[in-house]
Every structure is written in structure tokens, then in C-alpha cells.
């Protein structure tokens, strides 16, 4: 990424300028140019969405039999996820070779074969164009030159691969095997939760006034919780002074912040900080009501994989979370509520209720729908000033508290390698 034409001055300390499209040292200052600079998008796409990096794209269920497909995103790119005739799940770009429309319309579906309404040239199930209308042209005049090779011609094709579930995509042959990519001690959480067949409950698609990298900086923020979200601290689901802690991967790309089930005593830490609005009550208390399902004291565990992956377990309710850019200001958050195939009906009924938690509208979540807005807007003018990353010290390691900043720092870890910035 060319940063050699910008000239204007960045503070970074006292008494000290940056060149604005610089960086200083370390992890613990992002300029806020990498937010709103259309040039940092373009190259956001071209290096990480289109680079070596593993980019979720659907689930395994949404495509169960030959046929079935799902449409879906790769940063601006269209996808389109099948399953080939030999079973195998495949994805390609959505774009027709001929003029470059969508090849598929609908989100998802079952087809024999897939073909474009612009000029009807078809494609297999793997994306490989097949045939062109009129290619011999009509009456001994016009069609295809004799020696138009049609295997040359088609949407670009992706690497994939599937874990617990989820389908994963890149369009480059550089990026390492999954587990490679997220590490040992993140996927060993990954598997903690998607541990048997899922099924969907649910899916919606939320429209946030910000820059993806809010969101997945906000994702990996492991200390807002028990401040802006006083849902948390009004009914004593989570504080910093209970366990837990957040996990890193050594190359920054994965996270996985986790709380511990405990009681909660009345901490000082908190005092003068938020008030825990005493005397408010759930008019349905069964909303809190939720059941130990995974063998272990953590209540809590939200997860991330570089660029656009998110992984929610609050209580009883499990989701999915896809990130597409739309703009250096807006973006598109996909969710998925999940459950799994041999739910009982109470813990079924229990997984919708407390779906509630997370989302636009949620009593948990909703803040972090607006927040990022207030960044994009407070950052309106200040393109030469830089935040601040410093919570928990300037490394990006695994760390015994959430009251670190240490995965954000993973996060900009990460973009930061694939930008070569």
C-alpha cells in the first residue's frame, strides 16, 4: 500500500509528528486514517479478502445435498457456496464470464446446473462454463469464433475447507491449512462449542454505520462489556472480577475471551464506575434461566478468525456472525442463531428466548451496534490522530484477564502483516 504521498502531520506524542498514512512502532496506536481512506479499502480487498486468509463463507447444513447452494460474500466479492456432483462442497465467484453479472440471483437453492439470465451461458456445479447460447450463431451467421476455448473462461474458484461445520474460503494457494492459520489453543475452543450436527434457528442481517474494523476491534475488546453493556451488570452476568481470561494465536489472526460462572460479591473495582441500577426486574425471569451443556464453568466465550468470523456462546445461545464490508463507513453483519439437531424442546425454547440477548435490538448487544457509529463520527476530523491500545500492556499474547486490550492488538497484529504496512 503506497503510503508515500500523504504529508500532513500526525501527533504521536507530545511534541512529535507522523507523516498521516504512517504508523508508528508497535501495537498500540491505530491511526485513524486506516478507517476512513478509500485507497486502504481497495487495498483491503485486494490483500486480505482476495489474499491468503481463511474467510467463513457459509454453513456445512445450508448446502446437505448435490445441488443445493448458497450465496454469499467475500469482502465485496459475490460467492457462491454448492455441493458438486461428487458430493464435495465448492465455491466460486458470482460472476458470469461473458459480461460479468451475477450468476446466481436467490440466496440459496437446489439447481441441476446454474446459468446467468443476462445470455444464458450455463456453468456446472463447480462454477466451469458448459455452454453459450447461440454459440454457433443462427443460421450459419455470427456465434463464437471456431476456437473460443470455454475452459479458459469462467468465475474465479476458491480453496475450501470445512471445520465443525462451517465452511471456510480463500482464493489463495499461499494461505496455510486452517488449524495452521488459527492455532491450537483457538481451534481446541472452536470445537468446545460446534462439537455436534447444528441446525439454524435463525438468521438475520444488521446494516452498522461504520468500518468493518470497528466491529471486529470491538468483538475482540474484552473490557467494554461490563461498561457499556448494562444489561451485564444490572442482572450479574458477567464482571471483570470474575474468571476467565482471552487467548490469542501467535500471528494475531484468532481470539477467544471466555468468563467463568461464579457468584458475585460486591466488588470495589466497579464502585462509582456504573451504577448497577438496583431495583430493576425482568417481568419473565425464566429469560435468565439457562443450563451447564458443555462440560465446563464457562458461561461466556465469544471468538474471532482475521478478517470477518465470529463465534458467540452467551449462556444457552450460539451464533454466527460474517462481516462484509460495504464501504469505508458501512458495513453488513450477518447472523446465524444456532442450535443442534438433538435439542430437547425446553432447551430449544430456552436457546430463542435468550437469542434475545444478542442483535440489533438485543438486551446484551445493542449498544455495539451504535457504538461503532460514534467512532466513525467522532473520527470525522482527526485522520492525524491515532488511538489509543495500550489496556494490558503492548503485546498481543494470552493473557489471565479481560482486562486487556491484548486481542485487539492481535487483531492490528494481523492486518497490519497482510498490508505490509
Known amino acids: 500500500m503506497d503510503q508515500t504521498t500523504r504529508e500532513s502531520p500526525a501527533r504521536d506524542e507530545p511534541g512529535h509528528t507522523l507523516t498521516t498514512g504512517a504508523w508508528p512502532p508497535g501495537l498500540t496506536r491505530v491511526p485513524y486514517w486506516v ?15 482476495e489474499g491468503p486468509a481463511w474467510h467463513f463463507l457459509c454453513l456445512e447444513i445450508d448446502v446437505p445435498e448435490v445441488g443445493d447452494y448458497r450465496t454469499t460474500m467475500l469482502g465485496a466479492m459475490p ?26 440471483l436467490d440466496d440459496g437453492g437446489r439447481v441441476k446446473d446454474f446459468h446467468c439470465v443476462y445470455h444464458a451461458w450455463r456453468y456446472d456445479l463447480r462454477g466451469n462454463l458448459t455452454s453459450i447460447a447461440f454459440r454457433r450463431g443462427v443460421n450459419g451467421q455470427g456465434g463464437m469464433p471456431a476456437d473460443f476455448d470455454m475452459a479458459r473462461h469462467g468465475p474465479r474458484k476458491l480453496r475450501v475447507t470445512v471445520v465443525c461445520g462451517l465452511v471456510f474460503g480463500t482464493l489463495s494457494e499461499e494461505t496455510p491449512s486452517f488449524e495452521a492459520y488459527v492455532g491450537a489453543d483457538v481451534m481446541a475452543r472452536l470445537r468446545r462449542v460446534l462439537h455436534k450436527k447444528l441446525e439454524v434457528i435463525g438468521r438475520f442481517t444488521q446494516e452498522l454505520p461504520c468500518n468493518w474494523k470497528l466491529y471486529m476491534e470491538n468483538v475482540r475488546d474484552t473490557y467494554h462489556a461490563s461498561l457499556l453493556h448494562t444489561f451485564f451488570t444490572t442482572f450479574r452476568i458477567t464482571r471483570l472480577s470474575q474468571g476467565g481470561g482471552v487467548m490469542v494465536s501467535p500471528n494475531g489472526v484468532a481470539h477467544a475471551s ?58 444457552n445461545a450460539l451464533a454466527v456472525r460474517q462481516i462484509v464490508p460495504l464501504s469505508v463507513d458501512r458495513m453488513d453483519l450477518n447472523w446465524t442463531y444456532l442450535g443442534f439437531a438433538d435439542d430437547t424442546p425446553e432447551l430449544r425454547a430456552m436457546r430463542l428466548k435468550q437469542g434475545n440477548l444478542a442483535g440489533p435490538a438485543g438486551f446484551v448487544s445493542m449498544e455495539d451496534g451504535a457504538v461503532g457509529g460514534f467512532v466513525q463520527r467522532g473520527i470525522a476530523a482527526a485522520e492525524q490522530e491515532q488511538a489509543v491500545v495500550e489496556m494490558g500492556g503492548g503485546s498481543a499474547e494470552t493473557a489471565e484477564t479481560r482486562a486487556t486490550e491484548a486481542s485487539v492488538r492481535g487483531f492490528w497484529k494481523a492486518w497490519r502483516a497482510q498490508m505490509g504496512v
Open 35 to 49: 478507517y476512513r481512506d478509500e485507497a486502504v479499502a481497495r487495498a483491503e480487498q485486494a490483500r486480505i479478502f
Open 79 to 104: 460467492v457462491v457456496v454448492a455441493r458438486a456432483e461428487t458430493g464435495e462442497i465448492v465455491a466460486f465467484e458470482n460472476r458470469c464470464a461473458h459480461r460479468g453479472a451475477l450468476i446466481c
Open 258 to 315: 471466555t468468563t467463568l460462572a461464579a457468584a458475585i460479591a460486591p466488588d470495589s473495582a466497579y464502585a462509582g464506575i456504573r451504577s448497577d441500577n438496583q431495583g430493576l426486574q425482568l417481568r419473565e425471569p425464566g429469560f435468565m434461566q439457562s443450563v451447564q451443556e458443555f462440560n465446563d464453568n464457562i458461561t461466556l466465550q465469544i471468538l474471532s478468525v482475521y478478517p470477518g468470523f465470529i463465534l458467540q456462546q452467551i449462556h
